[in-house]
């Protein structure tokens, strides 16, 4: 079955550390991934999309289709990158999306 | 643009009753999505509407179900509600333009039922 797997619940890293998020999906057809966030007291937002291969506030991702990983990256945290971020999975140009169980990321200063 | 409301924000029913959540996509956006997120399961895909039609859904009960409004508006109801459908309700909706497929979220539907 099709899933989309976050193995850390929180990370918690200091200020200027870098970050990274993993993210790990089984699927077998031709996935497009993305990463949402969602900020205390904000709604869930997209953050950056596989086939844009952005950065966004400072994050990047590169979906790696070898290892089915999507790891969210940042070289230097920030306070404010406090937030929840969940990756998710769609497939196969569906109209659902696939969510993973989200990561807390805790930014100390 | 306004972004996507989601009404009531908060909801408290009694077992066995049942509830219908609304949903106000962004203007011009065709696409409704559900899902409903709890601390133990995350975010589950409930369904989605297109034009007044359901093209997905996800593996929830016959309780769940939803339909959509010539003017996009989606409602989603759910009869003889059980404690475990406390949950937030969220509903996305997207425009489908472009090569990306990306979802605006509402701030949710909060449901307890006792």
């Known amino acids: 079955a099709q899933r989309v797997t976050q193995p850390e619940k929180l990370l918690s890293v200091f200020k200027g550390a870098p970050v990274e998020l993993k993210c790990n999906y089984s699927?077998?057809?031709?996935?497009?991934l993305f990463w949402y966030v969602q900020y205390s007291r904000q709604r869930l937002q997209l953050l950056l999309r596989?086939?844009s291969r952005e950065s966004i506030k400072g994050f990047t991702a590169d979906l790696n289709k070898g290892e089915t990983s999507f790891h969210l990256k940042k070289p230097f945290a920030q306070e404010e990158d406090s937030a929840m971020y969940y990756c998710?999975?769609?497939?196969?140009?569906?109209?659902?999306?696939?969510f993973g169980s989200g990561t807390r990321l805790l930014v100390r200063p | 643009k306004a972004g996507v409301t989601q009404t009531p924000r908060y909801l408290i029913k009694t077992r066995g009753q049942q509830v219908t959540l609304s949903c106000s996509p962004i203007?011009?956006?065709?696409?409704v999505s559900w899902y409903q997120q709890t601390p133990g399961q995350g975010l589950q895909f409930l369904f989605e509407?297109?034009?007044?039609?359901?093209?997905n859904k996800g593996n929830f009960p016959g309780r769940f179900s939803g339909r959509q409004f010539s003017n996009s508006r989606s409602e989603m109801n759910v009869s003889t509600l059980e404690l475990g459908d406390s949950a937030l309700y969220l509903c996305?909706?997207?425009?489908?333009?472009?090569?990306?497929?990306?979802?605006?979220f509402g701030p949710g539907t909060r449901l307890t039922v006792t």
């Open positions: 996305a909706s997207s425009s489908l333009a472009g090569v990306s497929y990306e979802q605006y």
């Open positions: 699927y077998s057809g031709s996935p497009e």
């Open positions: 596989h086939i």
């Open positions: 998710a999975l769609r497939m196969d140009s569906s109209y659902k999306l696939i």
């Open positions: 203007s011009g956006h065709r696409s």
């Open positions: 509407y297109f034009s007044e039609t359901q093209r």
